[in-house]
């Protein structure tokens, strides 16, 4: 999956909503100190910029050079390329070692990881106790177009990667082994309503940074042909209309167990 999103890096950066402050300022609050956060799958940096805001340091780390070029600095952001085969010993160190971290964030990007590989490094550094780990997402639930939305899904799903179903399942079956912390709970995601105003253009440019169509075009077919983008416009009301729209995310957190 690093080779799709670094094509469409650029893209990327440009097209996805921001993060609500308050989802910051309400993960802080779960934290007993607020001294190291690591964003993991950063991408463009928003969710790092976010949690900047209430901790030290942020690490912000992902696989993919490329979108990190594109991420906004901050001077309390350290942004780190981590290739997919970083051993867990050198990310553990390169975080400050076991007990460090505070909180680690993942927005958009748990789903692609390897989760049992992935959820070993956060035991081994989160702080214990007072240490949070919260990872949410979004798929193409979006408000009022969501019949729009749902349709040009559809045509998605044949070049959609297996482990995509646990995003557009709203993270209700995604495997999550730690500890409720009184917000959510593993198979129970919290709900988290996202506003955005979107331009048409802005809407084309997120179509075409999912995935699936990144799949799709590498395989020689553009779900966003020229016929198709003509019928969004349409239902989206004209090429000039600026929409207020909110995306339906969905929100798990929670703490090491004890036993682990």
């Avoid at 780390?61 to 490329?66: F, G, K, N, R």
């Avoid at 952001?77 to 981590?82: A, E, F, G, S």
């Avoid at 490094?121 to 214990?128: H, K």
């Avoid at 639930?141 to 297996?162: C, G, L, Q, W």
Wanted: proline letters at 6%; a negative charge; charged letters at 20%.
């Amino acid at each position: 999956m690093a080779g799709l999103f670094t094509e469409q890096a650029a893209v990327y950066a440009a097209a996805r909503p921001a993060y609500p402050k308050d989802l910051f300022t309400k993960l802080a609050a779960l934290t007993t100190h607020h001294r190291v956060a690591w964003d993991v799958g950063t991408g463009n940096g928003q969710a790092a910029i976010g949690v900047a805001e209430h901790y030290d340091s942020v690490v912000a780390t992902d696989v993919t050079a490329e979108q990190l070029l594109h991420a906004a600095p901050h001077p309390k952001v350290r942004y780190l390329h981590t290739p997919d085969a970083t051993p867990g010993e050198d990310l553990v160190a390169t975080l400050g070692g076991e007990g460090s971290v505070d909180l680690i964030t993942v927005a958009m990007a748990v789903h692609w990881f390897d989760l049992p590989a992935f959820y070993g490094v956060a035991r081994r550094v989160l702080r214990r106790p007072g240490g949070v780990i919260a990872v949410w997402g979004y798929n193409h639930h979006i408000s009022p177009v969501e019949d729009m939305m749902a349709r040009f899904f559809n045509t998605t799903v044949p070049y959609k990667d297996p482990r995509a179903r646990y995003c557009t399942k709203g993270y209700r079956d995604l495997p999550f082994p730690f500890d409720d912390i009184g917000l959510v709970r593993e198979g129970e995601p919290a709900s988290l309503d996202m506003e955005h105003e979107m331009s048409f253009e802005g809407l084309i440019a997120m179509l075409r940074s999912w995935s699936a169509v990144a799949a799709a075009k590498q395989l020689g077919v553009d779900l966003l042909g020229d016929r198709v983008v003509k019928e969004l416009e349409e239902e989206w009301g004209g090429a000039s209309l600026v929409r207020k729209v909110t995306f339906k995310a969905f929100l798990l957190a929670g703490t090491p167990r004890a036993d682990d």
